[in-house]
């Protein structure tokens, strides 16, 4: 009998062990307050939620409501900082997080100084950042802003330096670097400009393409970024290189950006 109760008091302790699962959420505090849906229990004698606590700190009181506010001033964390929810909950019941987006970085950035040498070696340093994003780099060619690169942001509001190699193409070149955060909203920096007066403007030839296309400066092949485009407008090639085979390309014409240029060809 006794062995009899000590089994069935171990099988009720895991069962309210197992009774219990959390939900977590994680990101980076922007000024403000995280709100929780919180249903009844599966008993209909309280509210799912049983602990909720933020960096491994309770919440003090207000959990054993419908709904509840995680008051981030509570725990001493500032904008920007980094931040881990958990909310412990019954098994038959789960508690929802009805603004997750609010701990999704912001591009909050400020440019403090941006420049880019001759050579293409593109330095830029901000403050004020509010979270981890990345930023794009963006180079003005072919009449539009070409994404040419990616560097992850830091993420601190203090001051911080970043630097990318940039492939300089013929004449005046101007770039800039993109911050998109949740909001899908694009936030560029002012765009700099600067010249390489070693890099020849390249020829495009033939423009009747059989076989293959050659870039050349005064007579020397010379590497080049290219797309080239069907009459419809679509994608059909793109690369680096001081040459493009057009041999699998059905007979048409065709479009084709390179170095700063816009051209049309015709594969015979």
Known sequence: ???NTILLFVLMLG???NS???LSIEGHYQGKNLYVQNPEDEDGFGFCVVKATVNGDPISDGIQSSA???NFAEFSVNIGDPVFIVLEHGIGCKPKILNPEVLLPKSTYVIGDITCTPDGSLTWTTTGESGKLPFVIEQYRWNKWVAVGEVDGIGSSGENSYKFQVTPHSGENKVRVVQTDHTGKK???KAVTF???NIKEPDLNPKKVKDEI???AGGTPVETKYEIYDAYGNIVKKGVGSSVNCENLK????YINYDNKNEKFIKT
């Not at 007979?251 to 065709?254: D, E, M, N, S």
């Open 214 to 216: 050659k870039f050349t």
């Open 187 to 189: 936030k560029p920096s």
């Open 1 to 3: 009998m006794l062995k």
């Open 251 to 254: 007979k048409g014409a065709y």
């Open 15 to 17: 069962a309210s062990y």
């Open 195 to 197: 010249s390489n007066p």
């Open 68 to 70: 509840f506010e995680i």
């Open 20 to 22: 219990f699962a959390d």
